[in-house]
Antibody, heavy 123, light 109 residues
Framework: QVQLQESGPGLVKPSQTLSLTCTVS??????????WSWIRQHPGKGLEWIGY???????YYNPSLKSRVTISVDTSKNQFSLKLSSVTAADTAVYYC???????????????WGQGTLVTVSS | SYELTQPPSVSVSPGQTARITCSGD??????AYWYQQKPGQAPVLVIY???ERPSGIPERFSGSSSGTTVTLTISGVQAEDEADYYC????????????FGGGTKLTVL
């Protein structure tokens, strides 16, 4: 079955750019009907959706983060990536990647999720 | 922004029924989804499209919808069900297409 794995630096300095990659295995990122999302969870807090990308490259970002977020896809490597610029301590969180199911009736949900990776923003 | 409201905590004894609610203005028009998250683990989908159960999820998990509130019901709660539960949905305008509730901590007494 499809599995996702996040990778990237666990420590980022304030004002720099956070960069993470999600590698998809057990299935093709180019499969139609699926979107690919990033979601984060601040320590001890709830979940916050960051944005999604389709294999074609079309994206949609959470309006609250839109000015700082870029999500890209590399279909040849079966990977998609997150860049979050101008980070502060408030961006310290566990970052998850997830496959998003989307159906014609407008329904969409996340399954499965990667295991998550903690990114700490600190000097 | 759009908000989904969940109670911070729910407590039940083993074998009882737990009900976790999620409220939002757009829920009459938007599907809801539920995730279970155990400590140190990624969330797992337990209900999709208000009341559908993914394969592999025990039958004791069910979902329902009424007006601006959706409910996750766990019948015959077991100790292993102790976890955080999050609802997910969208606003009616499409501006906020994926929103999570604040989460509910289910404690099995």
């Amino acid at each position: 079955q499809v599995q996702l794995q996040e990778s990237g630096p666990g420590l980022v300095k304030p004002s720099q750019t956070l960069s993470l990659t999600c590698t998809v295995s057990g299935g093709s990122i180019s499969s139609g009907g699926y979107y690919w999302s990033w979601i984060r969870q601040h320590p001890g807090k709830g979940l916050e959706w960051i944005g999604y990308i389709y294999y074609s490259g079309s994206t949609y970002y959470n309006p609250s983060l839109k000015s700082r977020v870029t999500i890209s896809v590399d279909t040849s490597k079966n990977q998609f990536s997150l860049k979050l610029s101008s980070v502060t301590a408030a961006d310290t969180a566990v970052y998850y990647c997830a496959r998003e199911w989307r159906q014609l009736d407008g329904s969409d949900w996340f399954d499965p999720w990667g295991q998550g990776t903690l990114v700490t923003v600190s000097s | 922004s759009y908000e989904l409201t969940q109670p911070p905590s729910v407590s039940v004894s083993p074998g009882q029924t737990a009900r976790i609610t999620c409220s939002g203005d757009a829920l009459p028009k938007q599907y809801a989804y539920w995730y279970q998250q155990k400590p140190g683990q990624a969330p797992v989908l337990v209900i999709y499209k208000d009341s559908e159960r993914p394969s592999g999820i025990p039958e004791r998990f069910s979902g329902s919808s009424s007006g601006t509130t959706v409910t996750l019901t766990i019948s015959g709660v077991q100790a292993e069900d102790e976890a955080d539960y999050y609802c997910q949905s969208a606003d009616s305008s499409g501006t906020y297409p994926r929103v999570f509730g604040g989460g509910t901590k289910l404690t099995v007494l």
